[in-house]
């Protein structure tokens, strides 16, 4: 994948609604052709962010500059990309046809055009053949490729998605996710992509931007978002995990519990307090005394692909998952491998730390 | 019969005593003459010319009120769903409220309103404006049945404009459409049944109407139902007053026929 230079530039973007602040000094930078995620809990700030770079939102402070251009103050109708809405909004007095047709005879194309380009839009989301239908007698699946193929046919540069999955059931939201990759790849452009769904953010974007009461609480690869979070509240939000306070006693050792474990990070100090943050799947079960700590299994259950047990341990219940079960009341050990064990700095303040519990 | 078809039972009665038994009465008196004979004289008596002039001036003038009352309701309904909760409540509330007062003593006093030595009239002269003599004309007439209509008007629109998901404008906004666009292209084909029913409220008792006709019109202009009043009270004609009226229904039933059909091909063909 080729990503070249910025296409989009927000800009210490403020919004507050009734003296809620909900943006507050947001800077993000989005890159041609790039598939990006916005995710986060509802509240987060994500929805206000693409409403304002649709244009439907002003922001209180700061600029959008799209292209090179400042765009802050330039009507939705105005601006080169396109919007995929949440509950779809296709025109229901329309049929597909005339709602795929609606901007490109706004913006005054030829007939022969427009009759194109609608067997072109219906082709790529796999709906040739509806084009008398109303969109009222579609299924929710068929609603939001019809609203995908009229943003699309106008050839926006951009093409902005707020939770459009958000109302499928999940068998229909894991193919339309693999249908809004290959969409992507055929067409070329910018994705800004909305959800509070983490296993869809992790699928489909190149980039991942979590966030959380109107800041940015990391952004990067799925892979660097799941595998390294940077707080704790990145890693709760991002799959299971055990979050457990800990002491960088030095580089490449922490104690956790009582116990001290290697580890592969650096850099934090001595005797510093930190988080420590272990995926479940990363934990080793064992028979008692071959592990760093010993523990009794408290609940199992069965996940289909793994067991799902809870183990406590050093007054701590930990998350394990394991293709092997162990019974209710069985003593286990426990142990990690150091490059497994991810080490965060502690909130600075007892407001961020209030941010990362709240979820 | 189940026991849910038997709560219907009430309701029941009263349509048959009071809706189709009074239309089986006003059928017979319509079908025979006074002797008790079967006869369409009744019917035919709308070729009279002054039954046909009556007939004109009513569809005339519902013509004209539920025009003025589309004039005057649609950008109001336009506003009211746009603005915030609690204000547009208080502006319906004051168009709804006339309608809690006796549908008689709201003319009279539009009567005391416009007669020649009337409200309107004292205003004018204080404004050194020139005095209407609008009492007794199609003028008053107009001017009543739109006063009284007008709510009948508004409040369908108004459902309907606040039907209209604030996401559609959005979505006509990101494909490009300007404030006129979205107007004529999303907020008029989606408002159009609104306007239907609005009309056929107001249309259809406007043709029938003879009350307002009495007080403000004084007698000198005829309404369809001035006549058909006039033959079941003055003249005791009641095969007549059936016959007219049956033939006024028939209008009725029509003038439905042809708003419906409108409302289902403008939904075809709105782009």
Known sequence: ?359 | MNKRKLLAGPYMVWAAGFIILPLLIVLYYGLTNADGGFSFANFIAITDPMHLKALGESLLIAFGSTVISLVVAYPLAYILSKMQGGKSGIIIMMFILPMWINFMLRVLALQMILSNNGLLNALLGFLHLPLQHIMYSKTAILIGMTYDYLPFMILPIYNAMCKIDRDLLDAAADLGAGRLQSFRRIIIPLSLPGVISGIIMVFIPSISEFAIADILGGSKILLIGNVIEQEFSLSSNWNLGSGLSIVLMIFIFISMAIMNRTETDEEGTSV
């Open chain 1, 1 to 359: 994948m080729h990503l070249s230079k910025n296409l989009i530039d927000l800009v210490d973007i403020t919004k507050s609604w009734d003296g809620t602040c909900v943006l507050d000094e947001l800077n993000l930078s989005i890159k041609e052709n790039e598939f990006l995620t916005l995710l986060g809990p509802s509240g987060c700030g994500k929805s206000t962010t693409l409403r304002i770079l649709g244009g439907f939102v002003t922001p209180d402070k700061g600029r959008v500059i799209f292209d090179g251009e400042d765009i802050t103050s330039l009507p939705p109708n105005k601006r080169n990309l396109n919007t995929v809405f949440q509950k779809y909004a296709l025109f229901p007095h329309m049929t597909v046809e005339e709602n795929i047709a609606f901007g490109l005879k706004i913006s005054g194309k030829s007939d022969a055009y427009i009759k194109d380009k609608i067997q072109y839009a219906l082709k790529l989301v796999n709906l040739d053949g509806y084009e008398k239908r109303k969109p009222t007698l579609l299924s929710g699946g068929q609603q939001q490729r019809i609203a995908i193929a009229r943003a699309i046919v106008n050839e926006p540069k951009v093409l902005l998605l707020d939770e459009p999955l958000g109302a499928l059931d999940l068998k229909l939201r894991q193919d339309m996710q693999y249908e809004l990759i290959r969409l992507k790849n055929e067409l070329g452009i910018t994705f800004i992509y909305v959800t509070h769904d983490q296993e869809e953010a992790l699928t489909m974007s190149d980039t991942v931007v979590v966030m959380n009461q109107g800041y940015i609480q990391q952004m990067g690869t799925p892979e660097q978002i799941y595998n390294e979070p940077e707080n704790a509240f990145v890693a709760d939000f991002i799959g299971d995990s055990n979050i457990i306070d800990a002491t960088m006693i030095q580089d490449e050792l922490v104690e956790i519990l009582g116990v001290k474990f290697p580890c592969v990070d650096s850099g934090f100090g001595n005797n510093k307090p930190v988080d420590v943050v272990i995926r479940p799947e990363d934990l080793i079960l064992g028979t008692p005394g071959t592990g760093r700590m010993d523990g009794t299994v408290t609940h199992v259950i069965f996940k289909g692909v793994h067991y799902e047990m809870e183990v406590m341990a050093n007054g701590f219940e930990w998350l394990v998952q394991s293709t092997k079960a162990f019974p209710v009341g069985t003593e286990v050990s426990l142990d990690v491998d150091p490059y497994n064990i991810q080490i965060m700095n502690k909130p600075a303040s007892e407001d961020e730390k209030a941010v990362a519990i709240d979820e």
